[in-house]
C-alpha cells in the first residue's frame, strides 16, 4: 500500500510540475513534454483534480484566473490523449450522472447543426442575403442554447455540494463554475452582437470559436475527469436524493425522465449520522414561541415561503442552514447546499466580496449591505443582514432577494379601501 501511495504522490507531484510549467512558461511547451512524457502517459483523472485543486487554493481572482485557465487549457491539450484511454464508468447505471450524459449528447447534436451556418457566413463572395439568412439562423440557434444553463444549475447547486463533501480536493469545482459563467457571457454577447445590426463578423466568430471552446472543455471535464473520480464515492441514497432535486430545476434538451426512478428509495447508509430533529408531521400543533407571537411549524414554514422574497440563512460558521421556497424563485436553490460553506454556493469572480461581507459583519463593521442587478426585464434587489444575539455574538447572515420591478413603478398612493 506505501508502495502505491508513494507513485500516486509522485505520479501528481510531476503532472503538478508539469502544469505549472506550462502555466508560468518555465520552458517550452515541446522540452516540457520531453521532460515529463511518462507524467504525460500516466496521467489519471484523480491527479488532474489534485493539481487542478493546489493551484485554486490562493483564490485566484480577474487576470490571475484568466491565465490559470488558459494554463490549464494548454495543458490539458496535451493530457487528452491519455485521460481518454482511461475506462470511464457506465454513467446510465446511475441515473443522475446519465442523465447529465444525455444532456451533454443532446448539446453535441445542437453545435453540430449550428456549424452550417457559421461555414455559410464565412463563405468568400457570400451575398448579403445569405449573410443576414445564416446570422439569424445563428442568433436563434446560440439563444436556445440557454436551455443548457439547466444543466449547469444542477451541477452548481445540486452535484458540487455533494462533491465537497466527499472529496477535500475539490478546487476544480469553482473553476468550472467560471466556465459556466463564461458560456452563459458567450451566448449573450453573440445574441447582442447579431441583434445591433451591421455585426462584426470578425468578433462573432472569435465569440463563437470561444464558445463551441468552452461548451466541449466543459464536457470533456466532466465525462473524463469529474465523474469517473465522483461516480463510486456518491452513496446510493444521496443520488436518489441529487435526482429528486434534478426535476425541481428541470432537463436541458431531453425529456424529462420517468418519475418511476423516484419510487424506490434505498435506506440511508450506515456511514451517514443523522441528526437529531423533529419532522414538521412529529411537531404537529404544538406552538412555537417566537416571543411576538406563538405559531405552529407548518404556519411559520408557510408564512415564510409565501412572502414576496427569496430568504437564506447562513450561520456563524459560514455554512448555509436555510432557505425559503416560494412560488417563483429568483435564483436557484437546492436541498443539497445545507451545510455547505456559503463562499462555495458562489461563482469565483464574488467569492472575494462574499468573504469580505461575511467578515465586516462578522466584526460589527457593517450591519447591512444591498446589492441591485437586472436580470433581463426584471430589476433585483439583493439584501445581506448582519445577525446579532441579544450578547452582540454574530450569529450569522441573512439573504433577502426581491424582484422590485413593478416596485420602481409605483407613484402616487392607493389606499387600502381604494
Not at 520531453?34 to 488532474?48: C, G, L, M, S
Not at 467569492?351 to 465586516?360: M, N, P, Q, S, T
Not at 444591498?370 to 452582540?392: C, P, R, T, V
Request: proline residues 4%; contains cysteine.
Amino acid at each position: 500500500m506505501s508502495e502505491f501511495i508513494n507513485n500516486t504522490q509522485k505520479r501528481i507531484a510531476g503532472l503538478e510540475a508539469f502544469i505549472r510549467g506550462i502555466i508560468f512558461q518555465r520552458e517550452k511547451g515541446a522540452e516540457l513534454i520531453k521532460t515529463y512524457e511518462e507524467v504525460i502517459a500516466a496521467v489519471k483523472p484523480f491527479d488532474v483534480m489534485v493539481v487542478v485543486h493546489k493551484l485554486m487554493e490562493d483564490n485566484p481572482q480577474g487576470d490571475e484566473l484568466y491565465l490559470l485557465k488558459k494554463g490549464i487549457n494548454r495543458s490539458l491539450n496535451m493530457l487528452y490523449k491519455g485521460l481518454v484511454s482511461q475506462p470511464i464508468p457506465d454513467y446510465e447505471t446511475k441515473p443522475f450522472f446519465g442523465i447529465l450524459q444525455q444532456e451533454n449528447n443532446e448539446l453535441n447534436e445542437r453545435l453540430i447543426a449550428l456549424r452550417p451556418f457559421i461555414k455559410a457566413f464565412n463563405e468568400k463572395n457570400a451575398d448579403e442575403q445569405k449573410i443576414q439568412s445564416a446570422l439569424n439562423e445563428i442568433r436563434n440557434r446560440v439563444e436556445a442554447l440557454q436551455e443548457f444553463n439547466l444543466h449547469y444549475i444542477k451541477k452548481e447547486n445540486i452535484l458540487f455540494p455533494v462533491v465537497e463533501k466527499v472529496l477535500k480536493e475539490y478546487g476544480c469545482l469553482p473553476m468550472m463554475w467560471s466556465y459556466h459563467d463564461d458560456i452563459r457571457n458567450f451566448i449573450k454577447d453573440t445574441v447582442q452582437i447579431i441583434d445591433q445590426g451591421n455585426t462584426d463578423l470578425k468578433k462573432l466568430n472569435r465569440l463563437l470559436g470561444d464558445l463551441y471552446f468552452n461548451m466541449y472543455t466543459i464536457r470533456f471535464r466532466e465525462e473524463y475527469i469529474l465523474f469517473p473520480v465522483i461516480f463510486d464515492m456518491i452513496q446510493e441514497d444521496e443520488l436518489h436524493d441529487m435526482l429528486e432535486q434534478s426535476f425541481d430545476v428541470g432537463f436541458a434538451f431531453i425529456s424529462p425522465p420517468s418519475e418511476k426512478l423516484l419510487a424506490k428509495k434505498p435506506g440511508k447508509s450506515n456511514s451517514q449520522k443523522e441528526e437529531t430533529l423533529l419532522s414538521q408531521e412529529e411537531l404537529g400543533d404544538r406552538l412555537l414561541d417566537f416571543g411576538t407571537g406563538k405559531l405552529t411549524i407548518q404556519q411559520a414554514v408557510m408564512m415564510l415561503n409565501h412572502l414576496p422574497v427569496d430568504v437564506t440563512f447562513v450561520d456563524e460558521n459560514d455554512q448555509v442552514r436555510y432557505f425559503s421556497t416560494p412560488g417563483d424563485r429568483i435564483f436557484p436553490r437546492s436541498k443539497a447546499i445545507i451545510g455547505r460553506l456559503v463562499e462555495n454556493c458562489h461563482p469565483p469572480s464574488s467569492v472575494h466580496v462574499v468573504k469580505e461581507l461575511v467578515d465586516a459583519f462578522r466584526s460589527g463593521k457593517k450591519q447591512k449591505e444591498s446589492f441591485w442587478i437586472q436580470m433581463g426585464n426584471k430589476f433585483i434587489l439583493i439584501q445581506y443582514f448582519a445577525l446579532h444575539d441579544e450578547e452582540g455574538r454574530f450569529r450569522g447572515t441573512l439573504e433577502v432577494s426581491q424582484d422590485v420591478t413593478d416596485i420602481r413603478k409605483l407613484e402616487g398612493e392607493k389606499r387600502l379601501m381604494d
